[in-house]
Every structure is written in structure tokens, then in C-alpha cells.
């Protein structure tokens, strides 16, 4: 029987019911979800918020032991787990194991964190001997509890005990999950290890419970709602940006951490092709197809020079790209926008498509390349945008200038990739100060997908990229997200 | 001849001046400001976006020199500048010497950050010796051209040069000042010692401008401009709420680090009056009137036990309180704002005023308390308001539990004061977890003003004490404002 999962209960009260779809086999899958009512949000609300002062003044080697028991859940429930994942996303079981792994271990990353020696002091400045200076020492300490949004395209490790529950549980911080309505099944799923983990210690049930909705009344009133102190969000702009606009409209506003995707720019420098575009072409064809293009750290957008080395590059990813698997996208409707991106960048762009010719799977995500020009992309806007899927635009440059024109004409990223050798990067400094502003994480020579899960770890960029480019959503120090500091004066 | 500075140079390009005002003598000013027009406006914004990146790249060692510099041409023009203060402020020349040895020895606290081994290194994780993991290093960069709003009250310390500035610049973000209207003859000389220190340096005099508006228009025209990466702000909450609506109305939001005033509440624990009566009014009646308490640190609202230990205090509180000096307000419209803040409250309220009876300065700030109880605070909203000047509100209450369910009703704060005795802290610990979450520092058995500046100090509380409570705005720690955090992958 599924339902919301209020404080360790399973809850049915409402009568609107909604179904997830299984991509691999174009149809909908048969367990129906009970949208949570009114009722229900105002008590998973009112039971978050009266957990949050226990839970924000326990001891953070017992939050510890909770992340671990989670862990330990998840691991006894994996087989079932994956059947629901794979069911609810057309993922390949392969994938799954990739990031149920990440998942799990995640957990062992926070729990060692929470771990540390005085985990939560910031900084102590001594008194003077007289007493006329006060003594202070600056902690951190838990912000309140907190909403969470699933993300569609991670079932696992962005979803409900993803990376922003997570991070909040080890805070202090009570977690109520609005479930992401492609995968609630799989989320209901891990929802349960969350609450047999729970059971297991002395913390009350109300520091986790899960809503279902296949629309946006319940996201709605969780934001608006003065009990909530902080969200987390993995998805589109336009669903990232409401979000904000919506918790900053309260009278208390509140931080929302949403991290809204990227196009990911690769700036690619003359010399660097010269011996490696093979390797290269080789990384990015499978950077741009794995799992069809479905990852916010995706490599959407190339600066390569026009050159002989550069077209040939191209030549080569072109040829690679096409000979790589394809996969079945998540849900019809990001099959639907992932085509209608595709054609308003070629209804618009004088460039060329070079694109895989036949589909072999349902609902497949047919990978491509749109070959243009650096001048083109100063002029069109809809090159810059994100096309969420197997899909990238290339952009010959003619000079290092009109390169950094492009580059001062692109938006905040989560990353930006540089292609160079030593030399180049020595001689264009002025271009690398520039690149320090566009995006919050950096990659020499190599491709940004598989983000490192780990403390020095930013995912987070500029504005429209996240929200809060000060925050990462990835690693551990992505709890800072939801403390904030405090000093006692003369105690403690 | 005065006028707004732009990189260095005096510009008066407008017709429409604005006078200062001479609290001391209730007169006007006699020097004329003229208010910048659009074009000022727009070379100003133009000249900071230029010199950003490479003040953004230069080395801090060489940041560091830049305040010490500053520093330099402030102490050499102490003599005028303390002439231009007591002329525009009202504040006395003893206070004058207070706030000029702070902000002289912040500028000594940042420059000495700045020299800090590895400052901008936050943190690194090696790769793994296959190769198959990268190496990520995390540092700190700073976010662009910052606007900075000077302070009525603190027309050194937190304006021109104030904590903003200096936080600003030695992050490496150019600054552009909206001088206060009240002050602009002492914003203006502090702003001819910066423009000094920055000739004799290698930097872009665009790293500094100063403009004068006594009206909106100026701030409206800098917080919306694409160019301006950031705010730090001093002031009312309505000005504050209102800078940081209009930057989240931008199509690229910004952060506003907006720090808009607190009534700083006072709990005082039973066993705790035995002993200190005497000692705690003698510090609490200063800390009140204090340069007529125009602090945004200044205790606002006590919670005393309703007992003859409590009543004893209130009346030894109350006669010290009347005995104390008064002194002329910084304006005439801070003067009726605190008087009509005042009637609201008796309006409102069935409490009893306690008061100087006569005025024996200009513009005085006349001291006083109002004494009513914690049932009363319960219902009526008006008490917990912050009333600019030496001015405190008393509520009685009858046990912890009201206490309690006082403390719960009270918003963001920037400090929280708890008098008590160690056992009644010991015994209070479930109060204790609830004022964690009111404030951005407690402060046990002492005063919450006289902020001490450094490392460890947060000066930053929940909102609507701060629009920002993760970040301080006294202290080196200021600085994070005005950075964010970038990974370098495989490089560096």
C-alpha cells in the first residue's frame, strides 16, 4: 500500500491519485499514488517543525549513526529498490548500481563528517585578561526544517535520501520530501528505509516525511509555509526560479538552494588538438551520449578554433558520437522537449545537424551535434540554452578575442571545461580570469560529468546555473547549506 | 569644492544639490552636494565593471597594502574629518575617537587577513594515483562590483570606509558608495583619503567611486544595473526589505547583505538578580542611553521575573537610567521618529512610561523605559518593534513557560542577552535550544553592546534582523560576503 509518509505513517486521506510511467515500455505503470491534501501537509508540517528543536540540539556523532543505519536500509531493500528505479525511469540497471553506489557511500561520507572533532565550531577569539574584550565562540547551528524537491533525472542520489536530504538530516534539520512524480514508487521505497533507520534510534519520526503530487499545490503551500526554513531543488530553470521567487514573496523569506542546470561550456584552445583529439573526441562523444545527456553537468556547448586540427576534431566526435549507444529518455514529456529544443535552435540558427539517423529504442534519446559559428552564437540567443538530452553546439572561433566575446556573453554554469596545453593556459591568462567568473567549477582537460562526491567538491555556479552560487550541492560541505553561524558571548 | 567622485576624479555634472544638516546647532549645513545625474551614474558603474578583473586577480599581499594605505591617509586626515563628523552627526568628539580607532584598526584586521598563507585556498582533495579520481582544489573568488550604502549612525565605521568597504575590497570586488545624505562632507574627505591611498598604488582608480543622492533614485538606478554583483547595506528594514525586493527582481538576482536593526532582548533568570542588581543596572542603564542609543546592538526589550528582585531591579534600572547623560539625536527625523515610535507604543499599550522629565540639549534624545508584562507583549505587536534611541521596553513575566512562549513569538534577532546564574542556565537548557534560534549571538550576563571586532564576531541574525543570517557584517568573516567558492579540477 503506498501513501504519504507522514512521520513514519503511511497516510491516504485524499481521493486524487496519480500513476508513474515506464519509459522502456511507453506505458504507465499500475501503482497509484494518493496526492497528500491540505490536512496532510499542515500535520507533516506541524510535526517537522515540533522535532526541530530536539533534533537540532542532538549530538552529531547520533546523526551520524542515523545516516549509517539509513545506508544499512537501503542496502537491505536495494533489489526492490531497483526494480521500481528502472521501472520509473528507463534507466539501465547498470546505472542504477552506479548510483545506488553513490548514494550509499554518501551517506558514509556525511556520517564521517559529522564525525569530526568539533564538527561544529567555526572559530573561537579569547577575552583579555582584564575581562574588558569578550570572550567568543562562533558555532554552527541548524537553520530549520527543511523542504526537498526529487529530481527527475536522479532517482536515487538527488531524490529522496539524495544529496539535499542528506545534508540536512546531518544539519539538524527535519526534512519533509516532496517527491519527484516521475519516480514515486522508487521514492516511496527508499522513503521506508529512511523511516525503519529512523526507528531504530531515539529521534522523534517526525524529522522525515514524504508528499506525493503530480502537480504544484503541495510544493506551493510547503514553501509559503513560516514553519519551512529552507529548500532544496534539482531541476529546470523555470521550476528553480519559481521556487525562489515564491520564498522570497514571504515575509520571512527564506534561502532556496536550486540547482537549474547548465550548458556547460568546453573551450577548446588551437595547440591542445594537435595530440589529443583522439583521446578527447573519444571522452566527450561518451561525456555528451551516457545515459542520454540526462546530467546537469552535461557538455552542451564547444568553442573549438577553425582550423584544420579543429575541424578534424569535430570530424571525430561527430563519427564517435553517432557510434555510441543510445537510451531511452526518462519521461515522454522530456523526450518531447528534448526534440522541440533541438528544432528551435535549427529553426533559428543558420548551423548544421549532424545526427543519428534511426531510433532502436522507445522514446530514444537520439544524440546530435549543431555545427556553427562563434559569430552566430554572439547573435542567437537560443544557442546558449541548455537542450536536456544527447545534444551539443559547436562554435568555431576565428580569433582568442571573439572567444572571450563569447565567453563574456555567456551565463552563470555549473562548469566550464578548458582544452589547452600548458603553454596556452600560461599565455591566455586574461582568458582563465575571465572563466573564474562564469562558472563554479573549473575542468583542465578532461570532461565535467561524473562530479567527485567529496569535501572540495563545488557543484554550484552563477546565477541562472543555482540560485545561491556560494552553496554546492554536491560533497560534504554542502551542509552549510542549511546551518548557519552563531557566537556565545562569555559561555560555552 | 565638493562633489561625487568617479575612479578618482570630482565630478558635478548635475544641477540639483543637497545640504547636510548640523544636529548640534539645529541648522543647515552650509556645503552644497551635488546629487549625481544618470550619466555620473552609468561612468561609474562602467569604470567599476572594467577594473574588476583585474582587481579580482591581483594578489592579496598587494590588497593588504591598499588598506594599510587607506588607513595612512585617514590618520593623516583625522583633524578635518573629526570637524566634518561632529558637524553633520550630532555625536560628540569622545565618540568621534571611538568609531575612528575602529575603523582605522578594521582596516589593520583585513590587511592582516589578507596575509593569511594560502587565503584563498579553502580546501584541496588529491587525486588517486590511477588517475580515475581528479584532483580538486577549492578556493575563494570574489563576485564583482559591489554597491555599499553608508550608515546613518555610524558615519566612519559602517559608511565610507566602513565594514562593507573594507570587506569588499579586500575580497578584490570594486566598490561604489551611496554616500548618506546625512553625512556627505565626512563621506566625501574619507572618500579623498581612499582616492590617495589608491594613486599610490598599482591599481585601477576604478576600484572606487563615491556618489551623493538624498533621494532613491541613485540606489534604485545602481542595485538594478546588471554590472553591480552585490549589496551591503546598513538602515531601517524598510529600506533594507526594499533594496533587497528590487535585487531579486533583476533578471540575474544578486545578494544583499542588509542588516536592519533588532531590539536586542533582555532575559533575565530569577536567582540571577540576587547578586547583580546593582552591577547590571549601573551596565544596562549605559547601554541604553549611550550616545542616546542609537545602536542597532542597544538592548530594546527585558523579560524580568515578576518578583521583589525583579521590581528592585527595574527601579535601580529606571533611576540610573534617568541620572545617565543625554544627547542630541543625528537628525531631526530621527528625532521624530523615535518620539512618534514612542506614542505608539503608550497608544497601544496599558504599561506605564517612566521618563526624563526635561530636555537640556538640542534634538535630545529623551531616555526612558516602558514597564508592562509578558501577557501583554503576547498580544500586542507594537512592543516588539525596534524604537531608535535610548529607549527599552520591561515585561514582567510569571514563569519560564510564558517566557518561553514570549521567546517564540519574537523574530530574527541580531543579539539575545541571557542574565542567569550557572545552575539556571543548567536547568534552562530546553530555553537555551529555543534562543539558538532567535539570534546571531547570545550573550551571557553582560551587555550586547560594543561590538567586538573579529574573527570570531557574527553580526548577522535571522531575518528580519538581517536579510542574510549565514553572514556577518563586523569581522574578518565579512569578507565571505562578498566571495564564493570555485573548484579547479586537474590544475592549479
Same mark, same amino acid.
Given at each position: 500500500?503506498?501513501?504519504?509518509?507522514?512521520?513514519?505513517?503511511?497516510?491516504?486521506?485524499?481521493?486524487?491519485?496519480?500513476?508513474?510511467?515506464?519509459?522502456?515500455?511507453?506505458?504507465?505503470?499500475?501503482?497509484?499514488?494518493?496526492?497528500?491534501?491540505?490536512?496532510?501537509?499542515?500535520?507533516?508540517?506541524?510535526?517537522?517543525?515540533?522535532?526541530?528543536?530536539?533534533?537540532?540540539?542532538?549530538?552529531?556523532?547520533?546523526?551520524?549513526?542515523?545516516?549509517?543505519?539509513?545506508?544499512?536500509?537501503?542496502?537491505?531493500?536495494?533489489?526492490?529498490?531497483?526494480?521500481?528505479?528502472?521501472?520509473?525511469?528507463?534507466?539501465?540497471?547498470?546505472?542504477?548500481?552506479?548510483?545506488?553506489?553513490?548514494?550509499?557511500?554518501?551517506?558514509?561520507?556525511?556520517?564521517?563528517?559529522?564525525?569530526?572533532?568539533?564538527?561544529?565550531?567555526?572559530?573561537?577569539?579569547?577575552?583579555?585578561?582584564?575581562?574588558?574584550?569578550?570572550?567568543?565562540?562562533?558555532?554552527?547551528?541548524?537553520?530549520?526544517?527543511?523542504?526537498?524537491?526529487?529530481?527527475?533525472?536522479?532517482?536515487?542520489?538527488?531524490?529522496?535520501?539524495?544529496?539535499?536530504?542528506?545534508?540536512?538530516?546531518?544539519?539538524?534539520?527535519?526534512?519533509?520530501?516532496?517527491?519527484?512524480?516521475?519516480?514515486?514508487?522508487?521514492?516511496?521505497?527508499?522513503?521506508?528505509?529512511?523511516?525503519?533507520?529512523?526507528?531504530?534510534?531515539?529521534? *522523534? =519520526?517526525? $524529522?522525515?516525511?514524504?508528499? &506525493?503530487?503530480?502537480?504544484? %499545490? @503541495?510544493?506551493?503551500?510547503? +514553501?509559503?509555509? !513560516?514553519?519551512?526554513?529552507?529548500?532544496?531543488?534539482?531541476?529546470?530553470?523555470?521550476?528553480?526560479?519559481?521556487?525562489?521567487?515564491?520564498?522570497? *514573496? =514571504?515575509? $520571512?523569506?527564506?534561502?532556496? &538552494?536550486?540547482?537549474?542546470? %547548465? @550548458?556547460?561550456?568546453?573551450? +577548446?584552445?588551437? !595547440?591542445?588538438?594537435?595530440?589529443?583529439?583522439?583521446?578527447?573526441?573519444?571522452?566527450?562523444?561518451?561525456?555528451?551520449?551516457?545515459?542520454?545527456?540526462?546530467?546537469?553537468?552535461?557538455?552542451?556547448? &564547444?568553442?573549438?578554433?577553425? %582550423?584544420?586540427?579543429?575541424?578534424?576534431?569535430?570530424?571525430?566526435?561527430?563519427?564517435?558520437?553517432?557510434?555510441?549507444?543510445?537510451?531511452?529518455?526518462?519521461?515522454?514529456?522530456?523526450?518531447?522537449?528534448?526534440?522541440?529544443?533541438?528544432?528551435?535552435?535549427?529553426?533559428?540558427?543558420?548551423?548544421?545537424?549532424?545526427?543519428?539517423?534511426?531510433?532502436?529504442?522507445?522514446?530514444?534519446?537520439?544524440?546530435?551535434?549543431?555545427?556553427?559559428?562563434?559569430?552566430?552564437?554572439?547573435?542567437?540567443?537560443?544557442?546558449?540554452?541548455?537542450?536536456?538530452?544527447?545534444?551539443?553546439?559547436?562554435?568555431?572561433?576565428?580569433?582568442?578575442?571573439?572567444?572571450?566575446?563569447?565567453?563574456?556573453?555567456?551565463?552563470?554554469?555549473?562548469?566550464?571545461?578548458?582544452?589547452?596545453?600548458?603553454?596556452?593556459?600560461?599565455?591566455?591568462?586574461?582568458?582563465?580570469?575571465?572563466?573564474?567568473?562564469?562558472?563554479?567549477?573549473?575542468?583542465?582537460?578532461?570532461?565535467?560529468?561524473?562530479?567527485?562526491?567529496?569535501?572540495?567538491?563545488?557543484?554550484?555556479?552563477?546565477?541562472?546555473?543555482?540560485?545561491?552560487?556560494?552553496?554546492?550541492?554536491?560533497?560534504?560541505?554542502?551542509?552549510?547549506?542549511?546551518?548557519?553561524?552563531?557566537?556565545?558571548?562569555?559561555?560555552?
Amino acid at each position: 500500500m503506498f501513501g504519504n509518509q507522514i512521520a513514519g505513517k503511511i497516510s491516504c486521506e485524499g481521493k486524487r491519485i496519480f500513476y508513474s510511467f515506464n519509459p522502456s515500455l511507453n506505458q504507465q505503470n499500475t501503482s497509484a499514488f494518493p496526492i497528500a491534501t491540505n490536512e496532510e501537509v499542515e500535520h507533516a508540517l506541524a510535526i517537522s517543525k515540533n522535532s526541530f528543536y530536539s533534533f537540532s540540539s542532538s549530538k552529531p556523532s547520533d546523526r551520524s549513526k542515523l545516516l549509517e543505519l539509513i545506508a544499512e536500509e537501503l542496502a537491505l531493500n536495494k533489489s526492490i529498490i531497483a526494480k521500481a528505479y528502472c521501472k520509473e525511469s528507463g534507466l539501465l540497471l547498470s546505472r542504477f548500481e552506479i548510483e545506488f553506489k553513490r548514494t550509499y557511500e554518501q551517506l558514509f561520507l556525511f556520517s564521517n563528517f559529522l564525525k569530526t572533532p568539533n564538527f561544529e565550531l567555526l572559530s573561537e577569539t579569547l577575552g583579555d585578561q582584564k575581562n574588558t574584550l569578550p570572550h567568543l565562540v562562533k558555532k554552527h547551528v541548524s537553520i530549520g526544517p527543511i523542504v526537498v524537491f526529487g529530481a527527475s533525472n536522479f532517482p536515487l542520489a538527488y531524490s529522496t535520501i539524495g544529496g539535499d536530504t542528506v545534508s540536512a538530516l546531518a544539519a539538524g534539520c527535519p526534512v519533509i520530501v516532496k517527491a519527484h512524480p516521475f519516480h514515486p514508487e522508487t521514492s516511496f521505497l527508499v522513503g521506508e528505509a529512511i523511516n525503519n533507520a529512523i526507528s531504530k534510534t531515539n529521534f *522523534s =519520526r517526525g $524529522i522525515f516525511s514524504q508528499l &506525493f503530487d503530480n502537480q504544484y %499545490s @503541495v510544493a506551493h503551500k510547503l +514553501v509559503l509555509d !513560516n514553519r519551512i526554513k529552507g529548500v532544496g531543488f534539482t531541476g529546470s530553470y523555470i521550476g528553480g526560479k519559481a521556487l525562489f521567487d515564491l520564498a522570497n *514573496s =514571504r515575509t $520571512i523569506p527564506i534561502p532556496v &538552494f536550486a540547482e537549474m542546470g %547548465s @550548458v556547460n561550456p568546453v573551450f +577548446v584552445f588551437p !595547440n591542445s588538438l594537435q595530440e589529443k583529439s583522439e583521446e578527447w573526441s573519444s571522452l566527450f562523444s561518451k561525456s555528451i551520449t551516457n545515459d542520454a545527456g540526462q546530467f546537469c553537468t552535461k557538455p552542451g556547448l &564547444f568553442f573549438i578554433p577553425r %582550423s584544420e586540427n579543429g575541424k578534424r576534431f569535430v570530424s571525430m566526435l561527430s563519427e564517435k558520437l553517432i557510434q555510441e549507444p543510445s537510451f531511452t529518455m526518462l519521461h515522454p514529456s522530456i523526450h518531447f522537449n528534448f526534440e522541440k529544443k533541438k528544432q528551435e535552435i535549427l529553426d533559428q540558427s543558420k548551423g548544421e545537424l549532424i545526427e543519428k539517423k534511426e531510433s532502436t529504442v522507445i522514446l530514444e534519446g537520439r544524440q546530435g551535434l549543431f555545427v556553427t559559428s562563434a559569430s552566430e552564437f554572439l547573435e542567437i540567443e537560443s544557442l546558449e540554452k541548455e537542450v536536456f538530452g544527447p545534444f551539443a553546439v559547436i562554435c568555431y572561433y576565428e580569433t582568442i578575442n571573439q572567444l572571450k566575446e563569447c565567453t563574456e556573453k555567456i551565463s552563470g554554469q555549473l562548469t566550464a571545461t578548458i582544452l589547452a596545453t600548458q603553454e596556452e593556459l600560461i599565455e591566455n591568462q586574461s582568458f582563465l580570469f575571465l572563466i573564474n567568473h562564469l562558472a563554479g567549477r573549473i575542468i583542465f582537460n578532461n570532461v565535467p560529468t561524473g562530479v567527485r562526491v567529496c569535501k572540495s567538491m563545488h557543484h554550484g555556479g552563477p546565477f541562472p546555473a543555482t540560485t545561491d552560487s556560494r552553496y554546492t550541492a554536491v560533497g560534504s560541505d554542502s551542509i552549510l547549506r542549511f546551518m548557519r553561524p552563531i557566537v556565545y558571548q562569555d559561555n560555552y
